[in-house]
C-alpha cells in the first residue's frame, strides 16, 4: 500500500503541475489564507521530495532494525522482543507497522497537497475547510498508531518462557 500510495502522490502532482500558475499559493494562516507563495516547480520538488522522503523512511523502519546495534534500540522487554527467537517476527512487526505508518501520512500528503492544489487552480477561495479535520484525523491515526506500537511491546504474553 505505501509503495502504492507514493507512486499515485508522484503521479498527482506530475498530473497537476503543469495545470498550476507560475507563482503557486503555498502557505496559508490559520483562517486558509494565502500568506506565501513560491515558483510552480519549487512547489511541485517540495511535493515530490517530501513524498520520497517519507516513504523511504517508512520504507526503512523494519530494515534499520537488522543492523542497529540491541543498545540502541529503545523498546520495552527490549531483551525478551530481541531474543534471537523472537527477533525476525519483531523485525517483520515493525517492518508492517511502518508501512501502515507511512501510508497514512503519505494518504495525508496527497489529501493536504490536492487542497493546497485547488486553491491554486481558482476551484477554492481559501485552504478548504476540510483541513482542519484532516489534520486532526491524521494527528489521531499517528496517535493511534504509536500507542498500538507501545500496547504490543510494553507486555510479555502470558506463558512465555520470561513469565
Given at each position: 500500500?505505501?509503495?502504492?500510495?507514493?507512486?499515485?502522490?508522484?503521479?498527482?502532482?506530475?498530473?497537476?503541475?503543469?495545470?498550476?500558475?507560475?507563482?503557486?499559493?503555498?502557505?496559508?494562516?490559520?483562517?486558509?489564507n494565502?500568506?506565501?507563495?513560491?515558483?510552480?516547480?519549487?512547489?511541485?520538488?517540495?511535493?515530490?521530495?517530501?513524498?520520497?522522503?517519507?516513504?523511504?523512511?517508512?520504507?526503512?523502519?523494519?530494515?534499520?532494525?537488522?543492523?542497529?546495534?540491541?543498545?540502541?534500540?529503545?523498546?520495552?522487554?527490549?531483551?525478551?522482543?530481541?531474543?534471537?527467537?523472537?527477533?525476525?517476527e519483531?523485525?517483520?512487526?515493525?517492518?508492517?507497522?511502518?508501512?501502515?505508518?507511512?501510508?497514512?501520512?503519505?494518504?495525508?500528503?496527497?489529501?493536504?497537497?490536492?487542497?493546497?492544489?485547488?486553491?491554486?487552480?481558482?476551484?477554492?477561495?481559501?485552504?478548504?475547510?476540510?483541513?482542519?479535520?484532516?489534520?486532526?484525523?491524521?494527528?489521531?491515526?499517528?496517535?493511534?498508531?504509536?500507542?498500538?506500537?507501545i500496547?504490543?511491546?510494553?507486555?510479555?504474553?502470558?506463558?512465555?518462557?520470561?513469565?
Amino acid at each position: 500500500m505505501l509503495l502504492l500510495l507514493t507512486l499515485l502522490a508522484i503521479l498527482h502532482n506530475v498530473l497537476y503541475a503543469p495545470h498550476l500558475p507560475p507563482v503557486v499559493a503555498s502557505h496559508f494562516d490559520a483562517a486558509g489564507n494565502t500568506n506565501g507563495w513560491m515558483p510552480r516547480q519549487a512547489f511541485s520538488l517540495l511535493y515530490a521530495g517530501l513524498v520520497i522522503l517519507m516513504a523511504g523512511i517508512f520504507l526503512l523502519t523494519g530494515e534499520i532494525l537488522d543492523w542497529v546495534p540491541d543498545r540502541l534500540v529503545n523498546l520495552p522487554n527490549k531483551a525478551y522482543w530481541l531474543d534471537p527467537s523472537r527477533r525476525e517476527e519483531t523485525h517483520a512487526y515493525f517492518r508492517q507497522w511502518g508501512y501502515r505508518f507511512g501510508s497514512v501520512t503519505i494518504a495525508f500528503l496527497i489529501a493536504a497537497m490536492h487542497l493546497v492544489i485547488r486553491v491554486n487552480l481558482g476551484r477554492d477561495k481559501t485552504l478548504h475547510a476540510l483541513f482542519p479535520w484532516l489534520l486532526a484525523a491524521f494527528l489521531v491515526a499517528e496517535a493511534a498508531m504509536t500507542l498500538s506500537l507501545i500496547v504490543r511491546f510494553r507486555k510479555i504474553p502470558q506463558g512465555s518462557d520470561e513469565h
